[in-house]
């Protein structure tokens, strides 16, 4: 067997991970032993997992070892060690939300995508932080701690999956699966300088996502490369009985057009994804990222106009808190989670179950979606939401009639401080380019696309058609190779670096 450095393996990737259990350079036990012991040295710094399941995890890897030296392992990941955003139910695995109104559940089955990944070979390590529900752009509202970005501890990874982003970006593990409602996996993907795929609105199962707005919400992988996203995405695809959004299609070979390249891919650039608000350090590496695709063969196209997209930022925050309102009814400290008792009425406790199980942002979102559901404002404000909704759709609809990809910013700046944000709207303003793909239902991918001045990541976006997540990964491997800012190691805070 190979000797392999601490170094070599933790930064492997999903695809020469699997080459090298199967050519027997590795074993799962030695690779799932080398990312738990860097949890174990970075953690109290990135606070990117809320719990850690090294027990079973290093079973798992025995397991999968067995596997692999019989020559069984025909299971794509088997071996490969991944996190889960808290937000997935994970059978006898404790299951937050990050929040305090779930602070002792213990889920008795699997969400699909676990299940599925279970059936792949895959390895968990654990649960990954997040804002709690999934409410935030910053992971600065988790009821446990916030995460740290793992380029500059002072900054913020991104929300809500936070955890997610930054235990990828600090090698703790190879992969992790996050959810997605309004960015909640691109943003943190810009900010932590990796790869994060959200697919097409029910190309796969939300069965067991512990829901922030059903109609919205999406679960996706995060990565260090592209073919690592497609890998993942193949392992977590497809229709699902349980859930009733999910598309009955089959499953495409999403890694089988990623070599293509770029000459001839239509890419739309709408005037509405370059906003004023945007960083100058953001806006050169976008448009540096435009060059490089138009040098290698892809057609740029800067005249559609898609008038509605700038909507799509009230939109959402009308008919997400809208969702959440709903679906955040069923704690009511009586069927399950964190349950006050001893008041002196059934109200009484409720209330006092809410204002101790739900943080801030939670609350707040909850009022607002209360306000638009009522019966004095419901036409006024969430029935226009989605009218708006159905003429972003339609924009969409027109530019792909006629374009392959749509490229974008991922977020408007890098990543920001701990505590700089303050005011709710300059932190809804962090999705603006996010959202609209959301709204639309619509597959999105963002990528490392260069540095600012202050050498954090920027993230570039690219958006693609309903269910053709083949050409969307396509743009971005193409991308990617071209770019070749994978390559570059990930820099860390003096005080986590090995």
């Not at 929300?159 to 235990?167: K, M, T």
């Not at 995405?233 to 770029?262: E, H, K, M």
């Not at 239509?266 to 435009?290: K, N, Q, S």
């Not at 770019?483 to 003096?494: E, L, S």
Request: aromatic share 8%.
């Amino acid at each position: 067997m190979t000797t392999q450095t601490n170094s070599d393996i933790l930064a492997l990737t999903l695809a020469e991970g699997r080459r090298r259990l199967l050519d027997g350079e590795l074993t799962s036990v030695t690779l799932t032993r080398t990312f738990l012991d860097r949890i174990a040295a970075t953690d109290e710094q990135v606070h990117a997992f809320v719990t850690v399941t090294a027990d079973s995890a290093l079973a798992q890897a025995a397991e999968a070892d067995a596997l692999l030296a019989r020559g069984d392992a025909t299971a794509p990941l088997t071996g490969l060690p991944i996190g889960l955003k808290d937000v997935l139910m994970t059978r006898g695995v404790r299951t937050t939300a990050g929040s305090r109104m779930l602070d002792n559940l213990i889920p008795p089955y699997d969400a699909t995508v676990v299940a599925k990944l279970r059936e792949a070979g895959a390895i968990s390590l654990g649960k990954t932080n997040m804002d709690e529900f999934a409410m935030g752009s910053s992971t600065e509202h988790s009821a446990w701690f916030p995460t740290a970005n793992p380029w500059d501890l002072d900054r913020v990874p991104g929300g809500s999956s936070g955890g997610s982003a930054a235990a990828v970006a600090a090698q703790q593990c190879i992969a992790t699966l996050g959810s997605d409602t309004g960015g909640s996996i691109r943003q943190p993907a810009s900010f932590c300088g990796v790869v994060g795929l959200k697919p097409t609105y029910g190309r796969v199962s939300r069965y067991g996502l512990i829901a922030f707005a059903s109609s919205l919400d999406q679960i996706g992988p995060f990565t260090r490369t592209v073919e690592d996203a497609a890998l993942l995405l193949q392992a977590i695809a497809g229709p699902d009985p349980l859930d009733s959004t999910c598309y009955d299609a089959p499953v495409p070979d999403f890694s089988a057009q990623l070599d293509r390249g770029l000459e001839g891919l239509r890419v739309a650039a709408p005037r509405e994804f370059f906003t004023d608000g945007m960083d100058d350090d953001v806006a050169e590496t976008i448009e540096a990222a435009l060059e490089l695709l138009a040098a290698n063969g892809a057609v740029i196209d800067r005249t559609p106009s898609m008038p509605s997209v700038p909507m799509a930022l009230p939109v959402y925050y009308v008919l997400a808190p809208s969702e959440c309102s709903a679906n955040l009814a069923r704690f009511d400290g009586v069927k399950y989670g964190y349950g006050a008792r001893g008041g002196e009425s059934m109200w009484a406790d409720m209330e006092a179950t809410r204002q101790h199980g739900f943080g801030r942002e939670v609350k707040r979102r909850v009022l607002l979606g209360a306000y638009t559901l009522s019966a004095g404002y419901y036409d006024a404000y969430y029935l226009q939401a989605q009218k708006v909704r159905t003429l972003i759709r339609r924009e969409f609809d027109r530019v792909f009639a006629e374009h392959d990809v749509i490229v974008a910013p991922t977020a408007p700046t890098v990543a920001f401080r701990q505590g700089e944000i303050t005011d709710p709207y300059q932190m809804y303003l962090n999705d603006i380019y996010t959202i609209p793909a959301n709204i639309a239902g619509l597959p999105a991918i963002s990528v490392p696309g260069g540095f600012g001045a202050d050498g954090m990541p920027v993230g570039l976006q690219f958006v693609g058609q309903r269910l053709d997540e083949s050409t969307l990964l396509r743009a971005a491997n193409a991308y990617e190779r071209l770019a070749a800012w994978t390559t570059i190691p990930t820099r860390r805070a003096a005080n986590i670096i090995d």
